[in-house]
T-cell receptor
Framework: GAVVSQHPSWVICKSGTSVKIECRSL??????MFWYRQFPKQSLMLMAT?????????EQGVEKDKFLINHASLTLSTLTVTSAHPEDSSFYIC???????????FGPGTRLTVL | QKEVEQNSGPLSVPEGAIASLNCTYS??????FFWYRQYSGKSPELIMF????GDKEDGRFTAQLNKASQYVSLLIRDSQPSDSATYLC???????????FGKGITLSVRP
């Protein structure tokens, strides 16, 4: 199966700082990537759809100015949480699909803790 | 609103038994169906996908799809304690479109 990596796997930061999370497709080119957030014991929540070379499409209620997404290449998408606050502490997971595949593969996730 | 419903759970089965996980969906135009397994604290891992009506088998796992009834299920034969996890049903209308997830059902396999 396709492999998706994320970096970092965990991060602790102070309130008010910005954090960048990288999502890479390692053995395929991903025209579309997705960013999810998951709070403890809750369902996955789709935040945005990231398409290579174009602006991300955000789900309703997700602040695009707070969660900046850049999909600059066919193997890399980044999510930047700007001016993070404790309520942004969560498990952030990306997934990727390729043009010829119909399957989403998930990265291992990034656990963000904002103090 | 397109919805994916899963049994409320949790589901507990003894080791060696068959675990049956069920899922219904509301969008009749859905074309692709997926089952993911998520261990606590980890990200979802793809177990199976199915596109056509009928059964699809992969080792101890069998996915069943009935588009007329808008129903997809996952059977786990010879359940093992290592199968204890949350299982997510996901549906999407076409290629390169976003998944709609069910809330998941937690399976516990008792030794």
């Amino acid at each position: 199966g396709a492999v998706v990596s994320q970096h970092p796997s965990w991060v602790i930061c102070k309130s008010g700082t910005s954090v960048k999370i990288e999502c890479r497709s390692l053995d395929f080119q991903a025209t579309t990537m997705f960013w999810y957030r998951q709070f403890p014991k809750q369902s996955l929540m789709l935040m945005a759809t990231s398409n290579e070379g174009s602006k991300a499409t955000y789900e309703q209620g997700v602040e695009k100015d707070k969660f900046l997404i850049n999909h600059a290449s066919l193997t890399l998408s980044t999510l930047t949480v700007t001016s993070a606050h404790p309520e942004d502490s969560s498990f952030y997971i990306c997934s990727a699909i390729a043009g010829g595949l119909d399957t989403q593969y998930f990265g291992p996730g990034t656990r963000l803790t904002v103090l | 609103q397109k919805e994916v419903e899963q049994n409320s759970g949790p589901l507990s089965v003894p080791e060696g038994a068959i675990a049956s996980l069920n899922c219904t969906y509301s969008d009749r135009g859905s074309q692709s169906f997926f089952w993911y397994r998520q261990y606590s604290g980890k990200s979802p891992e793809l177990i199976m996908f199915i596109y056509s009506n009928g059964d699809k088998e992969d080792g101890r796992f069998t996915a069943q799809l009935n588009k007329a009834s808008q129903y997809v299920s996952l059977l786990i034969r010879d359940s093992q304690p290592s199968d204890s996890a949350t299982y997510l049903c996901a549906v999407k209308p076409g290629a390169n479109s976003k998944l709609t997830f069910g809330k998941g059902i937690t399976l516990s396999v008792r030794p």
